[in-house]
C-alpha cells in the first residue's frame, strides 16, 4: 500500500486558498478571450475548496454563476439589478438568478464585493 502524505489541515487550507486565488486571477484574465477556459478555471477552485473546506472570498461567491460555473461580469455575461431589498444577479449564459439581500448587517460585506462598480 502506498504511503499516505500528511500535510496538516492549517497548511492545506492555506495551500487550497491560495490556489484558488491563483485560479480566479486565471479565469479573470482569460475570461475575455476565453470564457470556457476561464469556467474550467472556476470549476477547479470550487473543487480545490469543497475538498479542504475553504470557502469562496465573498468577491469571487458574487462573481461566479453556482449553475453553470461561469465567471460573471456585469455588463458581459450577466445583469445586475436591484428589488424589494435584494441584489438580483441573472446570468445571462444558464439563466440562473441568484438574490443577496441588502440589509443593514451586510452592507459591509457587500461593499467588499465588485459588484458595487455596475455603472
Ligand atoms: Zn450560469
Redesign the pocket.
Known sequence: MAKRRVIDKRRAKKLARERMDILFGLAREVFASEPELARRYVVLARRIGSRCNVRLTPGDKLSV?R??N?LLVPGVNCRVRTHARRVVVT?L??G?VRRVPVTRERRGKLNKAPLVNTG
Open positions: 454563476c449553475n453553470c461561469a446570468c449564459d444558464c440562473g
